[in-house]
């Protein structure tokens, strides 16, 4: 067969349901409709700490343009991921890890795992702790009780696998960076840093993880059947932007609600910023 390339965020929409990841991965298919205000803050909170890791420390014109994205997409009813937050929480982010000190900063990857499957994707960022490599990955977050423990993280021990794979270097630990968003924000509520050892133990884990839902997607793939989520994962998180298509009680109006998505492929390379 012709080579596979998976990456997190494909896998963890599989994962939660078969029929998003067809919709999503095999269909290409994305709701009309501007990106999520989580989803462009947390971008923004990406890209202005890797600007900061380069060293340049004015990072007004991204500020700017969440301005200008806020002001024509979002609705008043938003208080936590406003211009003003994200000004005000990557000035704490400074002054609280300021010099940063990356090893390397946005580490896209592209690892061979068999002879048809490649695994792709990017790293926030690469630090020492305790004089040892730590693969980190940044995220935002309204709620602390959404931040995981690094260790029972799939993507992060996916990225240590990565960087181990190409460098030869075994990572020592694994990290999320996390900013919980509050409507007073302050350094001790705001700023988590979370930070577990990694061994080769966990990535013999993942690799069976991965070989799990390769296989499965690969059996979707050739038998053309893609279950839905039991119970209630179409409600999972919100309700899932595909539930209409999936609950459509006939081919013709499946066809007719198609219209209210568009096609966009995936690039995980580039885009992987997921909050």
């Avoid at 709701?31 to 060293?55: C, N, W, Y």
């Avoid at 005000?88 to 580490?107: A, S």
């Avoid at 998505?261 to 909050?275: G, K, L, S, V």
């Amino acid at each position: 067969m012709d080579s596979m390339t998976i990456d997190y965020t494909s896998l963890a929409a599989a994962n939660k349901c078969l029929r998003q990841y067809y919709w999503r991965f095999v269909r290409h298919l994305v709701p009309d409709e501007p990106e999520s205000t989580a989803v462009v803050f947390g971008k923004k909170v990406h890209d202005i700490r890797s600007q900061l890791a380069g060293g340049n420390l004015d990072f007004t014109s991204h500020i700017s343009e969440y301005e200008q994205f806020f002001a024509s997409h979002v609705s008043m009813n938003e208080t936590l991921r406003t211009p003003q937050a994200l000004k005000e929480v990557m000035t704490l982010y400074l002054e609280r890890y300021h010099p940063i000190k990356d090893i390397h900063t946005e580490v896209g990857f592209a690892v061979e795992l068999s002879e048809s499957v490649v695994f792709v994707g990017r790293i926030d960022y690469v630090t020492e702790i305790d004089g040892k490599w730590a693969v980190v990955d940044l995220k935002t977050t309204g709620s602390i009780a959404w931040l995981p423990h690094p260790k029972l993280n799939w993507q992060l021990i996916g990225y240590a696998y990565a960087l181990h794979a190409l460098s030869g270097k075994m990572p020592s630990y694994v990290s999320i960076d996390g900013i919980v968003l509050t409507r007073k924000l302050n350094p001790d509520s705001t700023f988590h840093l979370r930070v577990s050892n990694v061994t080769a133990r966990d990535f013999e884990e993942w690799e069976h993880w991965i070989n799990h839902w390769v296989g499965i997607i690969l059996f979707c793939l050739e038998s053309n059947w893609w279950p839905m989520a039991a119970l209630n994962g179409c409600k999972q998180f919100g309700e899932c932007p595909y539930a209409p298509l999936c609950k459509a009680p006939s081919k013709e109006i499946e066809e007719n609600l198609l219209r209210n998505y568009r096609e966009e492929r995936w690039f995980p390379y580039e885009q992987e910023t997921d909050e």
